[in-house]
């Protein structure tokens, strides 16, 4: 089974000042790639898992829209905006296969501040640009995020 641990307010303190400073760094760049160029992460432990009908690919699941979580807006922006893909990654080392596989432009990763700031450092050498969204609850279920910032990152362009 696995142990979900958060970190400890200090720490989350430096994770929100790296990821603030990187979000800052890349927003530049990353407005000027179209939309079918980005590719979007959003966490397995938003979606409601007592009614999700998300299926499941091995390392993420793919949203239905069943309506059970904000992760349904989310895909619904991202199919009218054209991106190229949602993905409800379980973890790290799906993240960076799929950016591997899919070589987008640049990714938008909504997340608690501990993975946002594992997932700037894993892109640093991928020559693309991330915008990082973070969970306003976080935890290893029922986690949320607000959906205005979400879809203000989403809609960046130059
Ligand atoms: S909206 Fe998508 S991710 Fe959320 S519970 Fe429904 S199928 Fe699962």
């Given amino acids: 089974m696995k142990v979900c ?3 400890a ?13 990187h979000n800052k760094l890349q ?16 966490p397995h432990c938003m979606r409601n898992v007592a009614g999700c009908a998300a299926a499941d690919k091995g390392g993420y699941y793919v949203c239905a829209e069943c309506g059970g979580c904000k992760i349904n807006a ?31 432009e640049a990714v938008v990763g909504i ?6 700031d594992h997932a700037f ?11 990082f969204t973070p969970l306003t609850k976080d935890g290893c279920t029922a986690t ?4 205005a910032e979400v879809e ?7």
């Fill in 144 to 147: 949320d995020t607000d959906l």
């Fill in 74 to 104: 989310i895909s619904k922006l991202v199919k009218q905006l054209n991106y190229k893909a949602l993905y409800i990654a379980k973890g790290g080392r799906t993240i960076e296969k799929i950016v591997k596989e899919e070589n987008p």
């Fill in 9 to 21: 307010k200090s720490k989350e303190r430096a994770y929100k000042s790296f990821t603030d400073k």
């Fill in 152 to 158: 203000r990152v989403l809609k960046q362009t130059n």
């Fill in 111 to 116: 997340a608690c501040f501990f993975e946002g």
């Fill in 121 to 131: 450092k894993l892109l640093k050498d991928a020559h693309m640009s991330v915008q």
């Fill in 27 to 42: 927003a530049g760049k990353f407005a000027l790639v179209p939309f079918n160029k980005r590719i979007v992460f959003a």
């Fill in 5 to 7: 641990k958060l970190p």
